[in-house]
């Protein structure tokens, strides 16, 4: 190796030696809660297919049906000649779902939340998020060129605090349900205080969206907020909705900005028209199937109840992620291998995904899981846990 690079090599064994070296698993399956692993099926209790839908017949259908219509590649950009007839009309759909003027496709989140942050702030503006937000966010507020501020964990006091003395445009920007604890944004007081201090309040609800409220509106279904209370809605179609990209809804003014200014939104190949046309089939079903978040919910609380008494350190989550506060990395990766040679999957979740010293047991579930899934899997906490 080039002696350019001998440090990546000295870099790697570094994390290795403080337990945070990454692999990957190689699935020989559809996604579901049960997946193909090494030649051996295992119980899946770490994706973020919350409402089963990834491998849903009506939603692989649609796509096929639409690949067969449309083929594979979209071929260019939104802007160029990649926007069609799917595209057009999920966005439309999803703007009705959420209740906004519009909504706009992006292929990825992460391309969505670099994008519209860098459009709506820049040099001379200021832009506030949590501090434990998704590293898209974070991104896109460091790159955005806007002064950069993290408050504490839903520390709305905090954040007033600091918005007071702000100059130029104010961006708060907070995760809906922050995706490594499981617990909810404090959106009701986020809206207030945003009004207040005249900023724009952009939330990032990728694992609210399909699971949360009555038809699946996510956090501010919940609390009961709007366009007006919140101008920017992002959500991703890769976990609730179990297909792939990403949208942004609000005003009219808003998505005419980003499709002129995002440059995620602008400078990339549109995701394919047949996933579009699979997503329109996975929303109605989020919409109609209502059973979906009510199991959620059910399996949710049946785990809690069996881990309190377990003596397991729970965070506090009234989602369908329910992590495990373990702390030490080496002993987080060690119970996550001691799980998965009892046939579970379950994700242990390191710095600096986390903050030093909260490694943890990430524990997700979907609407397919029964509940002596979960008595499996408490079983096994059991034995490798306490």
């Known amino acids: 190796m080039s002696s350019a690079f ?21 699935i020989e399956s559809p996604q579901g809660i049960h997946l193909q692993m090494d030649g051996r099926t295992v119980l899946n209790f770490c994706s973020n297919d919350y409402l089963g839908l990834a491998n849903h017949p009506e939603v692989v259908q649609a796509f096929k049906t639409a690949a067969d219509a449309y083929g594979l590649g979209s071929g260019s950009a939104h802007l160029i000649c990649g926007h069609s007839v799917p ?27 670099m994008g519209v942050i860098s459009a709506l ?3 001379g503006d200021a832009v506030f998020e949590d501090r434990l937000n998704h590293a898209s966010l974070l991104d896109g507020g460091l790159l955005s060129g806007a002064r950069f501020k993290r408050y504490a964990h839903a520390d709305v006091d905090q954040l007033d605090g600091y918005l007071a003395n702000a100059q130029g445009n104010k961006l708060i920007v907070t995760d809906g349900v922050f995706s490594m604890d499981g617990d909810f944004a404090p959106m009701k007081a ?22 949360l409220g009555k038809q699946g509106g996510g ?22 909705l179990g297909t ?35 997503t329109r089939a996975s929303l109605s079903i989020v ?46 990766a060690a119970l996550s291998r001691a799980l998965l040679d009892q046939g579970l999957l379950v ?7 986390v903050p030093q010293g909260s490694a943890r047991l990430r524990v997700t579930f979907s609407a397919l899981h029964e509940f002596q899934h979960i008595d499996r899997l408490l079983d096994a906490l059991d034995k490798t846990c306490t």
């Open 287 to 332: 919409i109609k199937e209502t059973w979906r978040r009510d199991k959620l919910n059910e399996l949710s609380a049946y785990f809690r109840s069996g881990a309190k008494q377990l003596g397991l350190h729970l965070m506090p989550s009234a989602s369908a992620i329910q992590p495990i506060m373990i702390g030490d990395s080496h002993r987080a």
């Open 219 to 240: 956090i501010l279904d919940v609390d009961g907020l709007n366009q007006r209370d919140v101008p920017v809605l992002m959500g991703t179609l890769g976990k609730g």
């Open 87 to 113: 595209h057009h009309a999920l966005e439309e759909e999803l703007a009705a779902f959420t209740g906004r003027d519009r909504a706009l496709l992006f292929s990825t989140g992460y391309m969505a939340n």
């Open 6 to 26: 001998l440090h990546l090599a000295e870099n790697l064994d570094t994390l290795h030696e403080q337990g945070l070296y990454r692999s990957r698993r190689v």
């Open 121 to 123: 702030v820049g040099r």
């Open 244 to 278: 792939f990209g990403a949208f942004v809804a609000g005003s009219e003014t808003l998505i005419e900005t980003l499709i002129q200014k995002a440059r995620t939104y602008i400078y990339t190949t549109a995701l394919p028209a047949a996933v579009a046309q699979a």
């Open 347 to 353: 994700s242990a979740i390191r710095p600096p995904t």
């Open 190 to 211: 986020l809206a207030a205080t945003a009004k207040a201090r005249d900023a724009w309040l952009m939330v990032d609800d990728a694992h609210g969206l399909g699971v």
